[in-house]
């Protein structure tokens, strides 16, 4: 990638962008927004003031005896004097480490077990998450909608609970699902479906991503999670059921496209592109970044992506389709007619 999209994507990740959204930027986990993050954050806090508190005993023992027991003389020969087997001590570090490790595990597998056994909402949203390298599809089988990298998700209020139950798979290599104020990792593995949950009561954007070791970009399979109000995702869903934008202006621009290798991959409903095996196209332009979050979705780098999406994400599945500046003209006004 070059320097100036690399900037351009720090700033698209630390900023508010044009959708007019709350982004929460920094992936925090001590501000979490749904009850799985709720019960992450009350394990950390436990943990941290136990650690804490050790740290202070340890050092505040180990400053005091630095300075107690120094050399007073510049060269005293003499060895301090050595103590061997007490049986007080012994017992004590013994005892104290193996109570506080005691209450760490129980702690946290009572957390893992509030979380894992809660009884999901009969109503809550059914979506699966299918990890590739290096992005993220997003299925709602309930609504017959496909999207990738951006996973929309009702708001949940007292007045009116939303869950949203995630089911974890996997295409190809181990991924793990990570949007650290929503939920705890869990594992992408193939072959495997791990399922979560998440009750986010906070609108906005959410920012993740895959927190396991997938390969060259994994540190570039990023997601987000858009939290709205059970309106704003009437009419998201509501736009992604219809079959992707037809303008007959473009007619011809939407004949190369179709003409292409790309149908062999992308889906455009509505149309003879039906590949699984990238991202589905139908609504592109409702999206916020290209390449699972690489870049911000804006036509400039729509073209720079399809003219080579290897120079912005190196080693992504997606070759070079080595199109003439006509075809990459007509290609990307196509793509950026799908809302
Ligand atoms: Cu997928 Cu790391």
Partial sequence: ?????????????????????????????????????DSVYNVSMLMLAICAAIFVVVG????????RFRSRKADDPREPAQVYGSNRIEIAWTVIPVLIVLVLGMATARAVVEVQNKRIAADALPVTVIGHQWWWEFRYPKLGI????????????????????????????????????????????PGITNT?????????????????YCGMQHANMLLRVVVETPADFEKWTAG???????????????????????VNCHTVSGTAATGTFGPDLSHLMSRQTLGSGVVPNTLENLRAWVKDPQAI??????PNMQLNSRELDEVVSYLASLK
């Fill in 1 to 37: 990638m070059n320097c100036s999209l690399r900037i351009a994507g720090a700033l698209f990740a630390t900023a508010e962008f044009s959708f007019g959204q709350n982004v929460h930027s920094v992936a925090n986990i001590f501000r979490p927004q749904a009850t799985p993050a």
């Fill in 146 to 189: 496909v999207t990738a990298n951006e996973l929309h998700v009702p708001l949940s209020t007292a007045a009116k609970p939303a869950t949203t139950a995630l089911r974890l798979e996997s295409a190809d290599v181990a991924h793990s699902f990570w949007v650290p104020q929503l939920a705890g990792k869990t594992d992408v593995i």
């Fill in 196 to 212: 979560m949950w998440i009750d986010p009561r906070q609108e906005g954007i959410f920012l993740g991503n895959c927190a396991e």
């Fill in 240 to 262: 992604q059921k219809l079959d992707a934008v037809s303008d007959p202006q473009l007619g011809s621009a939407r004949a190369r496209f179709l003409s292409l290798s790309c």
């Fill in 313 to 318: 994400k190196p080693g992504n599945l997606m």
């Fill in 60 to 67: 505040g023992l180990l400053t005091f005896t630095i300075v």
